[in-house]
């Protein structure tokens, strides 16, 4: 899979990118374009995009962005770990959803098997648990593997990353028993009844959602990877079917997304 980079300077981010790729076999090609003594803004990126016609990598201030174009707008992302610290610090059952419906304790295994830009890793690890983050992207677990190796650089982030593993598979291909599997699969963008955000349209554009036959393949396998008294916990917009067609034991919901519980048994 090709995927350009855009930079107008030689930096670390790159090298990194490149070392990351190859240490982990993701199999990108990575094709670096110098913009030469030219500042990139929106309007150099819009053009490439028109070109490339898919999300493309930028390095703007040394951090590796994902590029894409939409309406006349420039959409930038990047997984930006660091911005969620006073969040992961404070984190807990009363203040987030997630946590509430997983109930995590410090001795389970956790695995989330979409992880997208790893946000909602974070917030699963950060309650003392082993979390394992697979991403089937290979565009998407580069990212996540360049901000982990970032952020090993930063003060009292190691506790945290030491608990968390990232790995580039299909996570229906994955063995191994888990006491909880989170999975956030994406869901047809015609289906948010408020307007996607950011990050979710270049998840769009990168990936499409799963089909019928696919959920119910990610559903069956999620809930074979439980171990006796495990759980699988789906995040869902809230007026979205049940995964698979499947009625949870228990759901948790907001005003925006609900999170439904199932508890283990044979599929």
């Known amino acids: ?5 855009i930079t107008n300077e030689h930096c670390a981010a790159i090298d990194t990118l490149w ?14 374009e110098r913009v030469d003594n030219i500042k990139i803004n929106d309007k150099i990126l819009s053009r490439y995009y028109e070109n490339y016609n898919t999300p493309f990598l930028a390095i703007i201030k040394n951090t590796p962005m994902l590029i894409k174009s939409a309406d006349g707008e420039v ?3 990047s997984l930006n770990w660091q911005s969620l610290t006073h969040r992961i610090v404070s984190a807990g059952r009363k203040s987030e959803l997630l946590l509430q419906a997983c109930k ?22 950060s309650a003392a648990a ?24 930063v003060q009292n982030w190691q506790g945290l990353l030491g608990r ?15 006491d909880c599997v989170y999975l956030d699969p994406m869901f047809p963008k015609d ?7 950011k990050q979710m349209q270049l998840l769009h554009d990168l990936a499409k959602p799963p089909t019928a036959d696919d959920e119910e393949v990610l559903f069956c396998r999620a809930m074979q990877q439980l171990s006796a008294t495990g759980r699988l916990i789906v995040k869902r917009p809230i007026h979205a079917p049940y995964l698979a067609g499947r009625t949870p034991t228990q759901s948790v919901q907001n005003a925006a997304i609900r999170f439904d ?5 044979c599929c």
């Open 164 to 178: 968390i593993q990232i790995i580039h598979q299909d996570s229906t291909q994955l063995s191994g028993e888990y």
């Open 104 to 125: 995590i304790t410090q001795q389970m295994s956790v695995l989330d098997g979409t992880a997208g830009f790893g946000h909602d890793g974070l917030l699963l690890a």
């Open 19 to 32: 070392q990351l790729n190859d240490k982990h076999a993701l199999g990108l090609q990575l094709g670096v």
């Open 191 to 197: 289906s948010y009844k408020a307007k996607v955000g």
């Open 75 to 77: 959409v930038k992302s």
């Open 1 to 5: 899979m090709l995927i350009p980079i």
């Open 261 to 265: 519980r199932y508890e283990s048994s």
């Open 130 to 153: 082993r979390t394992t983050l697979c991403e089937s992207h290979p565009v998407m677990a580069l990212l996540l593997l360049y901000e982990y190796h970032l952020m090993l650089a």
